[in-house]
């Protein structure tokens, strides 16, 4: 069958009342929380993260010739092999604590063009290469929804401004921004009320904005502003937290700042900043019951190049790595086949070679968190996916 | 039928502009005649201007690469990069300048409509103003003409080669594809059978598009030139597609092909479905889309007569107005109600067009020219119509008005003429009582009458 004949058909089947095979082990009770009590939240670093740089192989013998003035900072051991990029120092502690983990060597099926917008898309779409970009419409996390029995809109956020490919699609979903205002009277809220009675589609929409918007306002402004350019972290983290700990199970989001072509020392440390913030953020506002059940994957398009430029950066490569943490996870561990950095081990004699799909890590994820059956997972969220053996990311 | 419903539902709303036509008659005659609002605005934006700033925009770069430390490379790039943003920039204005001004609003709203059904997005600094030159240079000239005509005009312009990466699809085995081992892109293809022409889920195989890939082949965009047939690329033997073999030298084989899919039943259906959801209702009446159909087949394609069977079929004119405005119309039918002529969004500066305009398509979810793939915008209310993006319409119905008009208008008055006899006994009551002018025009704004069409 033409793969993605059968791709679009999927969100028929999905809206259908028909009996839903995806799910093997999950049985939920009426009006429970759809996906039950996991979380998931999944994080795009749009730009291609350096994954060289951010879980550092020190322990490979051809590292730091490869990286003269990228291997000169001091980096924080992690399992005498690895270590970790000094601007995620905070994070050390939930290493040790199990709940921070890496996977390295990883990429998506995206090869050889290095293009960000195509290899974006291809991220997003959960798609491999005899996919051509586009053609897939929905986004991978969508397609789970989709498959999914007692979904509603509450059950997955796409936060923030940028469009979220990653959750598009038919199941339903819902966007915000923490940034978005809806400033009224007291008067002129209620003159609206009056004007949109009639019609609910505007109604329930004005309703729920409203709602947001006066969540949002609730928070105390001045712990938000406390740490100089990470405010607007914040706001999203905290907006995410009291969904996740309400109804939502699935949040999206981006983060952009990753495409350090040159002074990577600086520009790669500030991005790291925030992911590091947005982690310790999440586990602070979530509380130690829900984080418990929370899994983070951050994934980006590609890796970078394995040499340094000639301007203290990288280029676009291909393997890279995938940040993980949560209560949920297994973590304390760098995952995946470590290819080495020898000449003939990289990809294209200049990239890391990927040694597992990007998509296996999530495939494996949802299998854990939510029950779905891997058969669904390889020809439908991810088609032509190979899940493999589990890496056991999960407790 | 109402001069309200030909403002709304093939329009930018009300107040109409000095000299807009209200009957079927009176529209197709000016969508026949001369495009007047290309000559009080910038009415170009095509290939011949774009071309030359692209080129120099290009060799610029290859210039910095080679020697970023030579003097003034830098900067000649960054000259030649921004020249081609001014470029796109100018066409937007002027897009919104024609929409806000044009008596001949189904011009505009036609415009958009093929814009919409043949995407394209600029996916990096080079072809940031290609998706306006093909509006330009295929759609403008094509809107009353024979849909094979669009069709053939669209798929070989340079931005639908450059955005579906026809411009990467080699023969595997044409003389180029041989000597550098590359292959087909079957992007263009499958796209053109899916969403330009046929549908979804019509008779069409992977087959199909393989074929009709190999048939492409050849066509490409070259830096100097422009739209450029490179029979080095060309995949040779003949290629079948539904069913018909198409075979011989240069672009015969391929217009042969565009034609025949532009006749074929399904994309008939296809695309007359399309226009009358995108005018009328998410769920059109049949007889309305079997009177497309049947005008279509009886004129071979012709989209005057199309549109005309649009114009004149009863159920356009009594069908309730339940669609929501996309933000694009929402903003001009916005800036005309509240006085703004064209030429005030040509010359406002910067700053305040991003501010007011384009930032707020972009919240609205709308970004310009920036859909997310090549099947482009929703089409159903519930798409525009969510919270985050209603918030958005609220808040910019209640902010930007007071900061573009002064004085603002008495709100009934502002809803009478925004809204013509659409104003609801609510919403005239609730205008009324708003506490400050500015919320009050906002209200107006805000209501469903005003977004919906």
Same mark, same amino acid.
């Given at each position: 069958?033409?793969?993605?004949?059968?791709?679009?058909?999927?969100?028929?089947?999905?809206?259908?009342?028909?009996?839903?095979?995806?799910? /093997?082990?999950?049985?939920? *009770?009426? $009006? =429970?929380?759809?996906? %039950?009590?996991?979380?998931?939240?999944?994080?795009? #670093?749009? +730009?291609?993260?350096?994954?060289?740089?951010?879980?550092?192989?020190?322990?490979?013998?051809?590292?730091?010739?490869?990286?003269?003035?990228?291997?000169?900072?001091?980096?924080?051991?992690?399992?005498?092999?690895?270590?970790?990029?000094?601007?995620?120092?905070?994070?050390?502690?939930?290493?040790?604590?199990?709940?921070?983990?890496?996977?390295?060597?990883?990429?998506?099926?995206?090869?050889?063009?290095?293009?960000?917008?195509?290899?974006?898309?291809?991220?997003?779409?959960? /798609?491999?290469?005899?996919? *051509?970009? $586009? =053609?897939?419409?929905? %986004?991978?996390?969508?397609?789970?929804?989709?498959? #999914?029995? +007692?979904?509603?809109?509450?059950?997955?956020?796409?936060?923030?401004?940028?469009?979220?490919?990653?959750?598009?699609?038919?199941?339903?979903?819902?966007?915000?921004?923490?940034?978005?205002?809806?400033?009224?009277?007291?008067?002129?809220?209620?003159?609206?009320?009056?004007?949109?009675?009639?019609?609910?589609?505007?109604?329930?929409?004005?309703?729920?904005?409203?709602?947001?918007?006066?969540?949002?306002?609730?928070?105390?402004?001045?712990?938000?502003?406390?740490?100089?350019?990470?405010?607007?972290?914040?706001?999203?983290?905290?907006?995410?937290?009291?969904?996740?700990?309400?109804?939502?199970?699935?949040?999206?989001?981006?983060?952009?700042?990753?495409?350090?072509?040159?002074?990577?020392?600086?520009?790669?440390?500030?991005?790291?900043?925030?992911?590091?913030?947005?982690?310790?953020?999440?586990?602070?506002?979530?509380?130690?019951?829900?984080?418990?059940?929370?899994?983070?994957?951050?994934?980006?398009?590609?890796?970078?190049?394995?040499?340094?430029?000639?301007?203290?950066?990288?280029?676009?490569?291909?393997?890279?790595?995938?940040?993980?943490?949560?209560?949920?996870?297994?973590?304390?561990?760098?995952?995946?086949?470590?290819?080495?950095?020898?000449?003939?081990?990289?990809?294209?004699?200049?990239?890391?070679?990927?040694?597992?799909?990007?998509?296996?890590?999530?495939?494996?994820?949802?299998?854990?968190?939510?029950?779905?059956?891997?058969?669904?997972?390889?020809?439908?969220?991810?088609?032509?996916?190979?899940?493999?053996?589990?890496?056991?990311?999960?407790? | 039928?109402?001069?309200?419903?030909?403002?709304?539902?093939?329009?930018?709303?009300?107040?109409?502009?000095?000299?807009?036509?209200?009957?079927?008659?009176?529209?197709?005659?000016?969508?026949?005649?001369?495009?007047?609002?290309?000559?009080?605005?910038?009415?170009?934006?095509?290939?011949?201007?774009?071309?030359?700033?692209?080129?120099?925009?290009?060799?610029?770069?290859?210039?910095?690469?080679?020697?970023?430390?030579?003097?003034?490379?830098?900067?000649?790039?960054?000259?030649?990069?921004?020249?081609?943003?001014?470029?796109?920039?100018?066409?937007?204005?002027?897009?919104?300048?024609?929409?806000?001004?044009?008596?001949?609003?189904?011009?505009?709203?036609?415009?958009?409509?093929?814009?919409?059904?043949?995407?394209?997005?600029?996916?990096?600094?080079?072809?940031?103003?290609?998706?306006?030159?093909?509006?330009?240079?295929?759609?403008?000239?094509?809107?009353?003409?024979?849909?094979?005509?669009?069709?053939?005009?669209?798929?070989?312009?340079?931005?639908?080669?450059?955005?579906?990466?026809?411009?990467?699809?080699?023969?595997?085995?044409?003389?180029?594809?041989?000597?550098?081992?590359?292959?087909?892109?079957?992007?263009?293809?499958?796209?053109?059978?899916?969403?330009?022409?046929?549908?979804?889920?019509?008779?069409?195989?992977?087959?199909?598009?393989?074929?009709?890939?190999?048939?492409?082949?050849?066509?490409?965009?070259?830096?100097?030139?422009?739209?450029?047939?490179?029979?080095?690329?060309?995949?040779?033997?003949?290629?079948?597609?539904?069913?018909?073999?198409?075979?011989?030298?240069?672009?015969?084989?391929?217009?042969?092909?565009?034609?025949?899919?532009?006749?074929?039943?399904?994309?008939?259906?296809?695309?007359?479905?399309?226009?009358?959801?995108?005018?009328?209702?998410?769920?059109?009446?049949?007889?309305?889309?079997?009177?497309?159909?049947?005008?279509?087949?009886?004129?071979?394609?012709?989209?005057?007569?199309?549109?005309?069977?649009?114009?004149?079929?009863?159920?356009?004119?009594?069908?309730?107005?339940?669609?929501?405005?996309?933000?694009?119309?929402?903003?001009?039918?916005?800036?005309?109600?509240?006085?703004?002529?064209?030429?005030?969004?040509?010359?406002?500066?910067?700053?305040?067009?991003?501010?007011?305009?384009?930032?707020?398509?972009?919240?609205?979810?709308?970004?310009?020219?920036?859909?997310?793939?090549?099947?482009?915008?929703?089409?159903?209310?519930?798409?525009?119509?969510?919270?985050?993006?209603?918030?958005?319409?609220?808040?910019?119905?209640?902010?930007?008005?007071?900061?573009?008009?002064?004085?603002?208008?008495?709100?009934?008055?502002?809803?009478?003429?925004?809204?013509?006899?659409?104003?609801?006994?609510?919403?005239?009551?609730?205008?009324?009582?708003?506490?400050?002018?500015?919320?009050?025009?906002?209200?107006?704004?805000?209501?469903?009458?005003?977004?919906?069409?």
């Amino acid at each position: 069958m033409d793969r993605r004949f059968f791709l679009k058909g999927l969100g028929v089947m999905g809206c259908s009342a028909a009996a839903h095979p995806w799910m /093997t082990t999950l049985t939920l *009770a009426q $009006g =429970a929380p759809a996906l %039950g009590e996991n979380r998931l939240v999944v994080i795009i #670093l749009r +730009g291609a993260m350096d994954g060289l740089d951010v879980v550092q192989p020190r322990g490979d013998r051809d590292y730091a010739a490869l990286r003269p003035s990228l291997s000169q900072p001091a980096a924080i051991d992690l399992d005498g092999f690895f270590a970790l990029h000094p601007a995620l120092g905070d994070l050390m502690p939930l290493w040790q604590a199990g709940e921070l983990a890496f996977a390295h060597a990883t990429s998506t099926p995206y090869r050889d063009k290095r293009s960000h917008f195509d290899g974006q898309d291809l991220l997003e779409a959960g /798609t491999g290469m005899d996919v *051509a970009p $586009g =053609a897939v419409r929905d %986004g991978w996390l969508n397609r789970m929804l989709q498959g #999914l029995p +007692g979904v509603t809109a509450e059950t997955a956020y796409a936060i923030g401004r940028e469009a979220v490919p990653l959750l598009a699609g038919p199941a339903p979903v819902r966007n915000w921004t923490p940034e978005q205002r809806l400033t009224l009277s007291a008067q002129g809220r209620l003159l609206l009320e009056q004007v949109y009675h009639d019609d609910a589609l505007f109604r329930d929409a004005a309703m729920e904005a409203f709602d947001l918007t006066e969540a949002g306002a609730a928070r105390p402004k001045r712990e938000a502003a406390e740490v100089a350019g990470l405010a607007d972290i914040d706001r999203l983290v905290d907006f995410a937290a009291v969904r996740l700990v309400a109804d939502t199970r699935i949040a999206a989001f981006s983060l952009a700042g990753w495409d350090t072509h040159k002074a990577q020392g600086r520009e790669l440390s500030r991005s790291l900043t925030r992911l590091q913030r947005t982690i310790l953020r999440m586990k602070d506002q979530l509380g130690p019951d829900v984080w418990g059940r929370t899994t983070v994957m951050a994934m980006t398009e590609f890796g970078r190049t394995a040499r340094e430029n000639g301007t203290q950066g990288t280029d676009h490569g291909t393997g890279g790595a995938m940040v993980m943490a949560g209560g949920a996870i297994r973590g304390g561990k760098v995952y995946g086949a470590w290819p080495g950095l020898s000449e003939a081990a990289l990809y294209d004699r200049r990239d890391l070679m990927p040694t597992m799909d990007v998509r296996a890590f999530a495939a494996h994820a949802m299998q854990g968190l939510y029950g779905m059956d891997s058969g669904l997972l390889e020809a439908t969220v991810f088609p032509g996916l190979q899940m493999g053996k589990s890496p056991g990311i999960l407790l | 039928m109402t001069d309200t419903t030909a403002a709304f539902r093939f329009g930018f709303g009300l107040p109409l502009p000095e000299g807009a036509p209200t009957t079927p008659e009176a529209m197709m005659a000016a969508l026949r005649g001369p495009d007047l609002a290309a000559q009080t605005h910038f009415g170009g934006g095509g290939m011949v201007e774009l071309l030359p700033l692209m080129e120099n925009m290009r060799l610029a770069r290859i210039e910095y690469k080679k020697n970023p430390d030579k003097k003034g490379a830098g900067k000649a790039e960054r000259r030649a990069v921004q020249a081609t943003h001014a470029m796109a920039t100018v066409f937007m204005r002027a897009t919104i300048a024609r929409a806000v001004d044009s008596p001949d609003g189904l011009r505009e709203r036609l415009a958009a409509f093929w814009a919409d059904h043949f995407t394209t997005v600029s996916r990096s600094k080079l072809d940031r103003a290609l998706p306006g030159s093909l509006m330009e240079d295929a759609i403008r000239p094509n809107l009353t003409g024979r849909f094979a005509a669009l069709l053939q005009a669209v798929t070989l312009h340079p931005a639908m080669l450059i955005y579906l990466d026809q411009v990467n699809s080699i023969g595997p085995t044409s003389t180029r594809g041989k000597r550098r081992g590359k292959g087909l892109n079957e992007n263009l293809a499958r796209e053109l059978m899916e969403l330009h022409t046929l549908g979804v889920g019509s008779a069409y195989t992977q087959a199909d598009v393989r074929e009709m890939a190999e048939l492409l082949t050849g066509l490409t965009f070259v830096g100097d030139k422009g739209f450029a047939f490179d029979q080095s690329r060309v995949e040779p033997g003949p290629d079948q597609v539904l069913g018909v073999s198409y075979d011989g030298k240069g672009l015969d084989p391929i217009k042969a092909a565009l034609t025949d899919l532009a006749r074929h039943p399904d994309t008939v259906r296809h695309v007359s479905g399309k226009l009358a959801t995108h005018f009328v209702a998410d769920t059109p009446d049949a007889g309305l889309v079997e009177a497309l159909v049947a005008a279509w087949q009886d004129s071979d394609g012709d989209l005057g007569m199309v549109t005309q069977a649009l114009l004149t079929h009863p159920a356009v004119w009594q069908a309730p107005p339940a669609k929501a405005r996309q933000p694009f119309e929402f903003l001009v039918a916005g800036l005309r109600a509240l006085g703004i002529s064209g030429a005030d969004v040509v010359a406002m500066p910067d700053k305040e067009f991003t501010n007011y305009i384009a930032g707020r398509l972009r919240d609205m979810g709308q970004p310009w020219h920036g859909a997310g793939g090549p099947d482009g915008w929703p089409e159903a209310a519930e798409a525009w119509i969510n919270p985050q993006r209603l918030a958005s319409r609220i808040t910019w119905a209640m902010e930007v008005p007071a900061r573009l008009v002064d004085p603002l208008p008495d709100p009934r008055d502002f809803a009478a003429r925004a809204l013509g006899d659409r104003a609801s006994e609510v919403l005239m009551v609730a205008a009324g009582r708003a506490e400050s002018l500015r919320e009050g025009v906002g209200l107006v704004l805000a209501s469903p009458e005003f977004n919906r069409r």
